[in-house]
């Protein structure tokens, strides 16, 4: 095999992923509707699941430097810091109060939940929630390294998204005062 | 029903014992010679372990504790070592409060007044309960949560007005104290910290001291545009009172937010004071001591109210003792309004001093905020050379006890939206150690200051901030506590430690004494970290990121392992 022939299998293989991760979702509604033929039963929400779309933005630069960049603009980043914390939980760790899916994180910020998270639905659309959940899971090294943020325009305090040690998450357990 | 008992002078029935807010008790049995023999006479679980800001209050042989939310209101006996009397829980304010309250879920204390107790709710209710039976005798909604507005302060009753205000300028809410009826909790006057005179309770007979302080609508004057309507100035802090004067004394917050780019101009009428007449809320005098805020330096803090000879030969001037969170120890003539002296606690390199003829704080450019730039080592941080923690005054050593930090910060300020019920912040801010003075790494310091001569007497260093208010007795000790756990008493005068005890949780409360129901002396203190810098172990945060907890994510990541969460209080006697 000749330097050449590598050099072109290389590239082409970096151009798969790229692709990838530089791909850009112009449709901006919500989860699409499954439709749902007489007599048939419902069709299981396959928007959630391991290759649905919602783990297409977790790979996806774009989507998740958008997040970041929401993260700021719609002050979550006043209750919940960098990751942190602060009035709100840490968003970097592995406990999760109401879940670490992606599923429950969109609703945690359209609906909030009832101890003080606020409900965003009406303030963001939804291609805005699903970017921030895809953000939000990158804190704690949910997202693919590859497309995940490197750096922060501001001043320097956590590691960028994209070298933070993966947490396994867990439910949360502390009691309740 | 019979008339209510009005509480001894050895009892403590407000936050800060009375109208002063000298927190000076003339009870003498514990003393300096013996107070190394302080023993716990009991303690009591109050059931919530978050930040245990509130002071226990006293009265007619019954302690009042009021716990962090959901506000659980205790009665306990002190003839059978506080044995719960009754219990208090149906304040139960709206558990969408926890995502408004900046700093923790704290309440600074309640409040006992003609055979009733009052306290606010973290969702912005003033309750009144029959401190004889637990009765609820009206309750009032003032605060909107949904604008991010929360209450935290401890109220006082100054005749038949309960005075209370709100919390949460770090949301872009618009500041204001109200004087409500004793009786049925109606609103008699509320008085704004921005907008018109007419909604600043400023009329005719209102004259500050300084030329800066004057004109028509300053409260619209100096803001851009509406500015004013999210301009913070909350009063969640303390309120003293002269009854020769007939006038209140309180702070105002700091303006929102704190990018100061969107907010020109001075913004009256925040970071400063206001003398108002507790009847009507009419304003007679304001000072503003710190125009135009950069650094979230609330006006907050406490002013001690003491006659004290200046220069001698003169007589006693009536004057006010005011440490701010801009680092400034201020004597004010609480009669005019005029700042006698502004002497640096802290090492102070935001600002260059105060002009003392035009009252203005001297800023140092060097130092200003530029969007978008890390402006390094401000000193004082934002949470000031001192924060609400209230601070103590003997009339025997004539020094002001005054518990606070020694921080720095790094800041910039960002692009900042609006959104209602989320933080209004607009700044990136991380709190360290003061790397100058003292320069050691510690945060904390305990200073015993001498407001005549303008300079300490003595001072100790902790760890941590000192975020527990003082205590200070006719036995001449002090007391105070640390967030690492431990309750203190030293030498009034020497600053000698004496006695030390350490509790379950780090101390951010204010300590107290009375005269127990058997004539002996009793030392109560709340323990349970919380409050702002102890928010990082009430709420678990992960302070690995340096800017958690507004800023404290830095300089409180050894907290946890120094304390736990907790929530108990304890109370101490001779043997």
Known sequence: MNIARIFWLVTFAALLV??????RDFHTGGPPKVRQLKGEPAAPDRYFSAQGPQMEMERNAYALSEGKRLYSNFNCIGCHSNGGGDIGPALMDARWIYG??????????LDGRPNGMPAFRGRINETQARQLTAYVRSMSGQARESAAP????????????NSVDRQMPKPDERPKL | MARAQSPAATDWPIAAKDFSNQRFSTLDQISQTNVASLKLAWSFDVGVRRGQESAPIVANGTMYVITPYPNILYALDLTQSGKVKWKFETAQPDPMSRGEACCDYVSRGAAYAEGKVFFNTLDGQTIAVSAETGQQVWRRKLGNIHVGETM??????VKNRVIVGNSGS????????AGLDINTGEIAWKAFSTGSDSDCLIGPNFHPFYDMDRGKDLGLATWPGDQWKLGGGTVWGWISYDPELDLIFHGTGDPASWNADVRHGDNKWTSGIFARRPDTGEAIWYYQYTQHDLYGHDGINESVIADLVLESGKPARKVLLHADRNGYLYVMDRTSGEVISATPFVRVNCSKGVDLKTGRLIFNDEKKPIMGKVVRDIAPAAPGGK??????????????YLPHQTLAMDFE???VNYIAGTPYIGAHAKFYADPVSPGDGSMGAFTAWDPVAKKPVWNIKEHFPVWCGALVTAGDVVFYGTMDRWFKAVDARSGKELWRYQVESGIVGQPITFLGPDGKQYIAILSGVGGWPGVVVSNDLDPTDPISAHGFGEAMKDLPKYTGKGGRLYVFSLP
């Open chain 2, 170 to 177: 770090q949301l872009g809410v618009r500041g204001w104290i």
């Open chain 2, 387 to 400: 924060d609400w923690q209230p601070s103590a005054f003997s009339p025997r050593t004539k020094l002001l």
């Open chain 1, 100 to 109: 670490a899916t992606p599923e429950d994180i969109y609703k945690s910020i």
């Open chain 2, 413 to 415: 300020e960002v692009e």
């Open chain 1, 150 to 161: 490197s750096r922060d325009d501001h001043m320097k305090t956590t590691a960028p998204e």
């Open chain 2, 152 to 157: 935290t302060m401890a109220p006082l009753v």
């Open chain 1, 18 to 23: 790229s692709c990838r991760r530089e791909v």
